[in-house]
């Protein structure tokens, strides 16, 4: 089964960017499509971007598109989320989330429960 570790949380003022990075190991990576998940204290796990296997279909939350961006690199086994214009309501525990499904649907590639694997997250802070 696959193992995902989150890096690159942080604290960063509103307006900035962070790069959080997943390394995936003990699996094969281009067997699993991708998602980020971000969970703020009292709320749910939701769903904030995802990315096919071969990194061709994308799909984002309304209240990130246009900031962030989702991508992968199949040889370093690793899927990037890219947060520019960061604001407060964006702090949260982020995590990304492995399943294996080699299609593009988009209500299975945004919800949660067809995620097999988990990392363990990273924290996330905007200050105003």
């Known amino acids: 089964q696959v193992q995902l570790v989150e890096s690159g949380g942080g604290l960063v003022q509103a307006g900035g960017s962070l790069r959080l990075s997943c390394a995936a190991s003990?699996?094969?990576?281009?067997?699993?499509?991708m998602g980020w998940f971000r969970q703020a204290p009292g709320k749910e796990r939701e769903f904030v971007a995802a990315?096919?296997?071969?990194?061709?279909?994308?799909y984002y939350a309304e209240s990130v598109k246009g900031r962030f961006t989702i991508s992968r690199d199949n040889a370093k086994n690793t899927v990037y989320l890219q947060m520019n214009s960061l604001k407060p309501e964006d702090t949260a525990v982020y995590y990304c989330?492995?399943?294996?499904?080699?299609?593009?649907?988009?209500?299975?590639?945004?919800?949660?429960?067809?995620?097999?694997?988990w990392g363990q997250g990273t924290q996330v802070t905007v200050s105003s």
């Open positions: 003990r699996g094969t990576f281009t067997s699993y499509a």
């Open positions: 989330a492995a399943q294996s499904y080699s299609g593009g649907d988009y209500y299975r590639l945004r919800a949660v429960r067809e995620y097999d694997y």
């Open positions: 990315i096919s296997v071969s990194g061709s279909t994308t």
